[in-house]
């Protein structure tokens, strides 16, 4: 056996924590961007609506409109999305910090981006560093990775 191996192996539990992120990830449909945020009722124009006011960037605040005050249908399909991606982003962090592969906040909103347009179901594969790192994912292995701030795609 080599003295410094080249990786080594996440522990089962860790990877069935990555399994259940990944699945559960696959079936959400349209992910949310941005920040979670919070939601607010704006009643302005004499017509109440509900929107979701995050940030899409930092620094950069914007809204998105739910729906009509009395739309709870939407409003709590909002509550759910919001939840899911507070979820989420609590999984990825611990992920981060068990060894898994993560990429920046730039790079992951580039990728919400590409998934919520349909790119990656239309065909649209990453290749190179993404790539490598989401196979160490895949493989349940810890390894150094390189970081790089590109988003190679084929």
């Keep these: 056996m080599a003295k410094n191996p080249l990786y080594r192996a996440q522990e089962l539990a860790f990877r069935t924590q990555y399994a259940e992120l990944k699945e559960r990830t696959l079936?959400?449909?349209?992910?949310?961007?941005?920040?979670?945020?919070?939601?607010?009722?704006?009643k302005g124009t004499g017509y109440p609506y509900w929107y979701r006011?995050?940030?899409?960037?930092?620094?950069?605040?914007?809204?998105?409109l739910v729906g009509k005050d009395d739309d709870i249908v939407a409003l709590e399909a909002m509550r759910e999305r919001m939840a899911f991606a507070d979820w989420a982003a609590a999984q990825v962090s611990a992920l981060r910090k068990?060894?898994?592969?993560?990429?920046?906040?730039?790079?992951?909103?580039?990728?919400?981006?590409?998934?919520?347009?349909?790119?990656?179901s239309a065909g649209l594969i990453l290749v190179g560093t993404l790539?490598?790192?989401?196979?160490?994912?895949?493989?349940?292995?810890?390894?150094?990775?390189?970081?790089?701030?590109?988003?190679?795609?084929?």
């Design 27 to 42: 079936v959400a449909g349209e992910l949310l961007p941005g920040s979670t945020g919070t939601l607010a009722l704006r």
């Design 53 to 64: 006011v995050y940030y899409p960037i930092p620094g950069k605040q914007a809204e998105e």
């Design 98 to 120: 068990l060894g898994f592969q993560v990429a920046d906040k730039g790079t992951a909103r580039v990728l919400v981006e590409l998934h919520n347009c349909g790119a990656f």
């Design 131 to 154: 790539s490598y790192m989401a196979w160490l994912n895949e493989l349940g292995a810890i390894a150094v990775s390189a970081r790089t701030l590109d988003v190679d795609l084929a």
